[in-house]
């Protein structure tokens, strides 16, 4: 399973700031909320610290794990899991808490990691501050060209670029990537989640499957932090549908 060629400066991101990455704009500033919807980088940040350890299954519940949090959004997202004895709940009250602030956590650990940048801002030559600003934008427009060719066709043998694309199915964020046939992109993004919106036979082999079992566990986790919710409010409407 050929790992996707990633950017240098992007090359050791978790799922969750990946996802945020991307979806950054290509002219070097970030969107308001870097990584869109919050809910989506929580269900994401969950899954992760699932993956590596750092919250485990204890009876129905989810408690902390002897692994640690891959990167600084991990580690806020584990510290602000509250306790108790039913997972559903537990992250219902996480995105009930946190989900409107986990946009600038992403971004903090960003511009932690040195994707962003705080660039002295003026308006008609009086400074104003900073702004932040993408510190490579050449390495942005890279991965994000990576995403866009599998959304436009391109097939990929890489099970967490299989990943990244079924969150932004889910997050219905496909269109952020501005692929060249938005509508064909957003069926292409629903087959490697696993669904059928065109009676095509969803994809087989060894990388399918892996994404597969990724969005099995990913459902676990994504409808109680509401992402369900921002796939139905954020459809997309095509003018020949």
Excluded: C
């Excluded at 890279?142 to 990244?164: F, I, N, T, W």
Aim: aromatic residues 2%.
């Amino acid at each position: 399973m050929t790992a996707t060629p990633w950017s240098t400066a992007s090359a050791g991101l978790s799922l969750p700031l990946r996802l945020a990455w991307v979806l950054a704009r290509e002219d070097g500033r970030p969107p308001v909320e870097v990584g869109g919807p919050g809910p989506l980088l929580l269900g994401a940040a969950v899954l992760q610290l699932l993956h590596d350890r750092a919250l485990r299954r204890e009876g129905a519940g989810y408690v902390r794990g002897d692994g640690d949090p891959g990167d600084p959004f991990e580690a806020w997202v584990r510290d602000a899991l509250p306790a108790g004895d039913d997972g559903d709940v537990q992250l219902e009250e996480l995105a009930a808490d946190v989900a409107g602030r986990a946009g600038e956590q992403a971004t903090e650990a960003l511009e932690d990691l040195g994707l962003l940048t705080r660039v002295p801002r003026k308006v008609l030559g009086v400074p104003l501050g900073r702004s932040l600003r993408v510190a490579d934008p050449e390495a942005l427009i890279r991965d994000r060209g990576l995403v866009r060719s599998v959304l436009d066709g391109q097939e990929s043998h890489d099970v967490a670029m299989g990943a990244l694309i079924a969150y932004l199915h889910h997050g219905g964020l496909v269109a952020h990537l501005d692929p060249e046939d938005l509508h064909a992109a957003e069926l292409r993004a629903a087959r490697i989640a696993g669904e059928d919106p065109d009676g095509r036979p969803a994809p087989q082999g060894p990388v399918a499957e892996a994404v597969a079992r990724t969005v099995a566990a990913m459902h676990v986790v994504l409808v109680p932090v509401g992402v369900v919710q921002i796939v139905s409010t954020n459809a997309h409407h095509h003018p020949h549908d």
